[in-house]
């Protein structure tokens, strides 16, 4: 089945850098790669989402990229804010030719703090 | 649009004894999945029922089952709880290839 890493498992940064978390996967028909924020006691929820068709996709501050010969995806926050600190979770899913992405594999998490 | 809810939202048992969980998607949603959340495993897929039929299951043992209904209302149970069943339960409903959208969770407390 599939199998998501996901580094680092913790990230500590100054208001207004730059984050970046990666992830890498191991099934390669895997077609769907999703990222969810998860505020503590609250939850998960979806921030930005990529499909294999794709190779970058941005919104705001958050892109996410794509590398399928390398099956590695990253997640890329600018202008950090304290409101960003939070869990974060890679995911990835494989519709199998299907109209659902009902089965999503997900990584270990990353515990991003911003310090203002 | 009302969100996905699940009930009850904390839940305390003993070892042994059995547990049912309830999601209610969003309506429309025919896609309902259930995860496992713990601090040591992360968050692990239990099974995904669409339009009342199971169509992937993870890797948990045969004690933990679920059911759809015709309103797309999902349960997930566990027989013989042990003190490692103790999580986060979180469901998701999605529509036809869309995001995946979690409920609150249930906490499942075992003793």
């Known amino acids: 089945g599939e199998n998501v890493e996901q580094h680092p498992s913790t990230l500590s940064v100054q208001e207004g850098d730059s984050a970046v978390i990666k992830c890498t996967y191991s099934d390669s028909a895997s077609n769907y790669f999703p990222w969810y924020k998860q505020e503590l006691g609250k939850r998960p929820q979806l921030i930005i989402d990529i499909r294999s068709n794709v190779g970058e996709k941005k919104d705001q501050r958050i892109a996410v990229t794509l590398n399928k010969t390398a099956k590695h995806f990253s997640l890329h926050i600018t202008e950090t804010q304290p409101e960003d600190s939070a869990v974060y979770f890679c995911a990835a899913s494989n519709d199998a030719g299907g109209t659902s992405y009902g089965k999503l594999t997900f990584g270990q998490g990353t515990i991003l703090t911003v310090h203002p | ?111």
């Open chain 2, 1 to 111: 649009k009302a969100g996905v809810t699940q009930t009850p939202r904390y839940l305390i048992k003993t070892r042994g004894q059995q547990v049912t969980l309830s999601c209610s998607p969003i309506s429309g949603h025919r896609s309902v999945s259930w995860y496992q959340q713990t601090p040591g495993q992360g968050l692990q897929f239990l099974f995904e029922y669409f339009s009342e039929t199971q169509r992937n299951k993870g890797n948990f043992p045969g004690r933990f089952s679920g059911r759809q209904f015709s309103n797309s209302r999902s349960e997930m149970n566990v027989s013989t709880l042990e003190l490692g069943d103790s999580a986060l339960y979180l469901c998701a409903s999605s529509h036809f290839g869309n995001e995946q959208f979690f409920g609150p969770g249930t906490r499942l407390t075992v003793l």
